[in-house]
């Protein structure tokens, strides 16, 4: 997720209520923070993807292939809710008349005995793609704890320019919540952050964290990839063979030159995506560019990162900048492109899959064989249990996937002892491994436009007309523009031999940084830009672990930034090279710097400032990573099992065998999709 912003504490996202152009969802009379009970949906084209049902009705509550009986969370249960009323176009993709009427009432009369083939745990982004895929030609569950996003955070989510705006997504603890889509996580004290806590955003929605992100999508680096062919004992992992995958999944759409700025061109390779494949997860470059950002390349330059010629999706990255394509539907609206647009609407989903929402999963069940046979549920704080007759795949994500495992019994011993779990499989890599990417930023003021104060109150109106009417403008867009670096010899030599050492110890492509547009802000008359640094190759590494043998309680999170005082090192070579960056190009900066101001010079006070204004990039990975038998650390293996135990897969981001440098989303599809095609080939 890009544009980070400067401080923990987001800005108050916008609250004010737009009408979506033709295309999209418009929300009436729905709050920010909406509890779940009757909501009237208006449904122009096939954006929304809630528009009734293809499939026979599951007994336990819930609709296939698209339409949903959403659980009634209330605590006091109360009775059913009148209906939410689609009204739905057909898609250009299909010409079937779907069902126009959703029931929202309880999830759970007669569901004990449910049997499928496979039961997915988590509908987030790997989750809805592989339960897609499978329910070709199988019967497939989803357990899912949210639900529609499109109901439960409204435009916030589906309209690109409010939805990076949403302040829930502040890593500060006091900031606003949202719990509809978000677990409100909190980590254990950061010793590296002097012990601050920090708020953990993870999705919780159909279509999870591709829900609520940043919407960037890009491909990591042909030898990350070949490093993960290596580790995981499969070549299918190499980029010319992954490749395959990622272009599965996604529909294309080329920049809109005459909606961007002149000097806001995209270079890009259309080699790296095949539309013939018929992807339906919509991916483009959106159609307005930020003046400022038009500025980044020639800061980037001044450290020897040109612009690329190629983009971003075919596997290089390092010394390159480059406009980011994202998952915006750009052809229909410029709205959010999700795992749950892109695999759960009813003309792309299948007959044979149900899904479970505001369901949460609690633990999965096995033989004396140590074979999957079951998946404990809970909805409305009924317990009951769906079977797999073939397998059971956790797509909970990198928090929940291991914590899930080990309520389980699949773990480290000492932990599963210390809460009297009985053991189904050691395994001592569950939940470890976390690797983490943080960020932080410089600010200045710039003598430029920028969406900051396009979103004024004064200028909403004008703004929001535009992209009613042509779905362009601040709006429709997250603009993107992001830059890597590979140190070199001479900006290498200003860290310790051993830094050195462990950073050359990483494929010779995968940069040590990325460099993104910060955050844009209006105030007092005056406007303000940033431009952040990531840490993309980070030597310190966290943990997952339960603080209970039950899902109800939450996980203990501890992302170990700084861990390693190598990062330390690399972080404090970033921000100077920030610095030059913003040196570049002084002509559009006023005034001295504004934060953290240019008497911040000394390391220990560079340090401090990062300590203090640091946020997670939301690519937290490999807390199940996969490797071979022999790794003792690896938890599953290149298809995705779970070592020890049988019919259990873990497919999704905790899976990676490390975080990728740069934006990982594309990957998790592309993973998804990879382990779909094993599963249905048998293996």
Known sequence: MYRLRTLRQRPQGIRHRVTPRRGSLVLTGQPLLPAPTTTTLHQIGRSTNVRGTCGRRAEAGLVGCGGLETANTNSS????????VVNPRPSRRSTAQPVTRLSERAVVRKSRGMTYDYVVVGGGTAGLTIANRLAANHSVAVV????????????????????????FLSTSPQGPSQPLVDWRFLTEPIPGIDNQQIHYVRGKALGGSSAVNGMAYHRASAGT???????????????????????????????????????????????????????????????????????????????GITESKVGFNTGILSGFSSYV???????????????????????????????????????????????????????????????ASKEVIVSAGVIQSPQLLMVSGVGPKDTLDQFDIPIVQELPGVGQNLWDQQAFAIT?????????????????????????????????????????????????????????????????????????????????????????????APLSRGYVSIRSNTM????????????????????????????????????????????????????????????????SMWHSSATCAMGMQNDTN???????SVFGVKNLRVVDISAFPFALPGHPQASVYALAEKIAEDVLEGA
């Open 225 to 303: 990839y070949q490093r993960w062919a290596d580790v995981a004992g499969d070549q299918t992992y190499a980029l010319p063979n992954f490749l395959h995958y990622f272009q599965r999944s996604v529909d294309f759409s080329p920049p809109n030159t005459e909606a961007r700025l002149e000097n806001a061109s995209v270079a890009y390779d259309p080699a790296a995506f095949d539309n013939s494949l018929g992807g339906t997860l919509h991916v483009g470059y959106p159609n307005w560019v930020d003046p400022y950002l038009t500025w980044l390349g020639r800061g980037m330059a001044a450290l």
């Open 325 to 387: 394509t994202s998952t915006i539907n750009n052809p229909d609206g410029a709205l959010r492109a999700s795992s749950q647009t892109a695999f759960l609407s009813p003309d792309r989903c299948q007959m044979n899959l149900q899904v479970y929402p505001q369901t949460l999963a609690k633990r999965i069940t096995f033989d004396d064989n140590k074979a999957a046979n079951s998946v404990v549920i809970s909805t409305d704080g009924f317990d009951y249990a769906l079977s």
């Open 444 to 536: 200045n003021e710039v003598n430029l436009p920028t969406e900051g104060e396009l979103l004024e109150p004064s200028n909403l109106p004008a703004t929001e007309a535009e992209y009613h009417a042509n779905g362009t403008g601040p709006l429709s867009s997250v603009d993107g523009y992001i830059g890597f670096e590979k140190f070199n010899q001479d900006v290498l030599s200003n860290l310790s031999p051993d830094t050195q050492s462990a950073l050359q110890a990483f494929p010779e492509d995968w940069p040590e940084i990325e460099y993104l547009n910060g955050a844009t802000q209006f105030k007092n008359g005056s406007n303000f830009a940033g431009i952040s640094a990531a840490l993309v």
């Open 77 to 84: 249960r109360t009775p059913a809710q009148p209906s939410v």
């Open 634 to 640: 690896a938890v599953v293996d290149a298809k995705g």
């Open 552 to 615: 109800l309680d939450p996980p203990v999170i501890q992302p170990g930034w700084f861990a390693d005082q190598r990062d330390r090192e690399v972080a404090i070579l970033a921000f100077r090279r920030l610095r030059q960056i913003w040196g570049a190009i002084s002509d559009v900066t006023v005034g001295p710097e504004a934060m953290p101001g240019a008497n911040v010079t000394s390391d220990d006070a560079i340090f401090e400032y990062i300590k203090s204004s640091s946020v």
């Open 144 to 167: 899912e704890a949210g639900s529609l996003y499109q109901i439960t955070n409204n435009n916030h989510s589906t309209i690109p320019g409010y939805a990076i705006l949403n302040s």
